[in-house]
């Protein structure tokens, strides 16, 4: 029999997974964010190499996703019929203001769904591809895979702005002075 103390653990631990999920969303957003700002239009069809994605196709690419994934996110499969996974590959000559939009719908659609979970949903079962995953499964596995693109965004962003990028995290060569700041902040009053 569970106790009302563990009960209310169980309920600041399902409340903090929901923060601590929500956050790290908003960080990938808010690093993305910062990189596309930087590009003028051509720089959203850049490609380093051959075979490397588009910022155009990664922004494609996480708008499916997200848009099949939290639509519904606790009533259907997460991948939806109607996605064209493949199509998100293919480039369809966006302009950056729709590849905005696109951006920001998906990320739209995430926050809707995660800010409307209650910690009680974070052990039901929810379906991708028809694989069962516990809906905290399910959010780690968008905050990995969302991570993983975000990043190659910003490096793409990066390659193309080269010795006009701005930085978005410690500059080089900054970390002591980084180090020192945080150090400074976090430090308690003596």
Do not use: C
Not at 63 to 80: A, H, P, Q
Not at 119 to 138: C, W, Y
């Amino acid at each position: 029999m569970t106790s009302t103390y563990e009960a209310g653990m169980e309920q600041n631990l399902a409340e903090h997974v929901l923060t601590l999920s929500l956050q790290d969303f908003r960080g990938q957003k808010k690093l993305g964010d910062k990189a596309l700002k930087q590009l003028p239009e051509e720089g959203y069809y850049y490609v380093p190499e051959p075979e490397s994605n588009s910022i155009a196709i990664i922004v494609n690419h996480l708008y499916g996703n997200m848009l099949s994934r939290w639509t519904d996110f606790l009533t259907s499969d997460g991948e939806k019929p109607t996605r064209n996974r493949d199509g998100e590959f293919s480039h369809d000559n966006a302009t950056s203001k729709e590849l905005l939009r696109r951006w920001e719908e998906g990320w739209g659609a995430l926050f809707t769904a995660l800010e409307g979970l209650t910690p009680v949903d974070l052990l039901r079962t929810v379906s991708i591809r028809g694989e069962a995953h516990t809906v905290i499964q399910a959010i780690h596995r968008q905050i990995s895979h969302y991570g993983y693109h975000v990043g190659q965004l910003v490096y793409v962003a990066k390659a193309f702005r080269s010795a006009e990028w701005q930085t978005l995290s410690i500059p080089k060569g900054g970390s002591a002075s980084f180090n020192n700041k945080m150090l400074d902040k976090h430090e308690p009053n003596q």
